[in-house]
């Protein structure tokens, strides 16, 4: 079973619109929780940590859900500069100090 | 400027002949990485580095040496590269939670190699 799952997507939205992301966890010792962004081929970028309380920056919330072993990202109000690969981070306490990735989800926003 | 530096950005090769492929961060982190990353696989750890003289083998170790004698730099040698070791690399330099940091890893721009 793969560290980290993602929906690969790809999803693509109008302007305007809300969407949200999920991303699965299988090590129930995990620690840090993380999404970056990735456009086309270049090198990924922190979008957000993601906290147990959940977090909000601006247009982007991240929630963390330790029972369900899942987080997940929303942005409302998107903009055609959100396209990009969306990927889930994941950091577990009892593997040393790995990070494990989520093969990403595809993000589109149409005009 | 903060950065992570990567060298050479583009490499074709032949099966068989050693490469190192380097990388140097200037903002005094202890960790670093190397991940490949390959269509449906996402970024997967080839080996992680918690400070100088300390490495560990990440996922996908096999095929891969690494080094890091300087905290700046940590470079990937490939010994005897593969055709199946055609991907793009990342190298990452991460601020600890251990001195105070988050965990946020920032990433050079990648080396895409092609071994024929």
């Known amino acids: 079973r793969k560290e980290v799952e993602q929906d690969p997507g790809p999803f693509n939205v109008p302007e305007g619109a809300t969407v949200a992301f999920n991303c699965t966890y299988s090590n129930s010792a995990s620690q840090s929780f993380f999404w970056y962004r990735q456009d086309c081929r270049k090198e990924p970028k922190l979008l957000m940590s993601v906290y147990s309380s959940g977090n909000e920056d601006g247009r982007f919330t991240a929630q963390l859900n330790r029972a369900s072993q899942y987080i997940s990202l929303l942005i409302r109000d998107s903009k055609l500069s959100d396209s990009a690969t969306y990927l889930c981070v994941v950091k577990p306490r009892n593997t040393g100090n790995q990070f494990y990735f989520g093969t990403g989800t595809s993000l589109t926003v149409i005009p | 400027e903060a950065q992570v530096t990567q060298n050479p950005r583009y490499l074709i090769t032949v099966t068989g002949k050693k490469l190192t492929v380097t990388c140097s961060q200037n903002m005094n982190h202890e960790y670093m990485s190397w991940y490949r990353q390959d269509p449906g696989l996402g970024l997967r750890q080839i080996y992680y580095s918690m400070n100088v003289e300390v490495t560990d083998k990440g996922d996908v170790p096999e095929g891969y040496k690494v080094s890091r004698k300087e905290k700046r730099n940590f470079p990937l040698i490939l010994e005897s590269p593969s055709p199946n070791q055609t991907s793009l690399y990342f190298c990452?330099?991460?601020?600890?939670?251990?001195?105070?940091?988050?965990?946020?890893?920032?990433f050079g721009p990648g080396t895409r190699l092609t071994v024929l």
């Open positions: 990452a330099s991460t601020t600890s939670w251990r001195v105070g940091g988050t965990d946020t890893q920032y």
